[in-house]
């Protein structure tokens, strides 16, 4: 009965740092990163596709994301889809391959940044205390039942606690390890 119920909130814990992780991959620093472009759907034929589903990105030095479309004809419209999608970055169209210079990245902008990553690590931390209440709530309710005595909900409650714990810490380094990145110039 214990045993699934630290299971599954060690799952609910795992998925929730698992896309806090993918979240915080999408954050623009100074640096190009293919993991940018995620979000970016293109008019492929009339139906939205992501974009790595119709070119290849590469990013060949720090500064620099390529883009080399599958089908040349699809240039336009995957520079239309970049320039659309809101991430500040101004594609550039050789007619064969499409280049995006990362500009430096402002002062104010790294703190903007570094405050919307907080935001981000807060939402992930109070889905974890969500993942912690629905546990406690389970083990009470067992206890209630008598499915469990009381000093196993004792136990229970402080395992859950330290699941919890290692959880939001994991949280805590991977938004510092974002922030430093962003912070440095």
Same mark, same amino acid.
């Given at each position: ?34 993991? *940018? ?27 620099? *994301? ?101 959880? *939001?810490?994991? *949280? ?14």
């Amino acid at each position: 009965m214990l045993d699934e119920l630290y299971m599954e909130m060690e799952e609910k814990t795992e998925k929730t740092f698992e896309a806090f992780k993918r979240d915080l991959s999408k954050v623009r620093t100074g640096r190009a990163s293919a993991a *940018i472009l995620d979000g970016v759907r293109v008019n492929y034929y009339n139906v939205p596709t992501p974009l790595n589903q119709t070119a290849t990105i590469s990013v060949p030095e720090p500064r620099m *994301i390529l883009v080399n479309p599958y089908e040349k004809n699809m240039l336009g419209e995957i520079s239309k889809a970049i320039a659309a999608a809101d991430l500040g970055l101004n594609p550039n169209n050789d007619g064969q391959v499409i280049r995006i210079p990362i500009p430096q990245l402002t002062e104010d902008r790294r703190k903007e940044i570094a405050r919307q990553i907080g935001k981000m690590a807060e939402e992930a931390r109070v889905s974890v205390r969500n993942a912690r209440r629905d546990s406690n709530d389970a083990a009470k309710k067992a206890e209630k039942n008598k499915d469990i005595s009381e000093d196993d909900l004792k136990r229970a409650l402080e395992e859950i606690q330290k699941l919890t714990d290692a959880a *939001i810490k994991k *949280i805590d380094e991977a938004a510092e390890v974002k922030e430093k990145e962003i912070m440095e110039v």
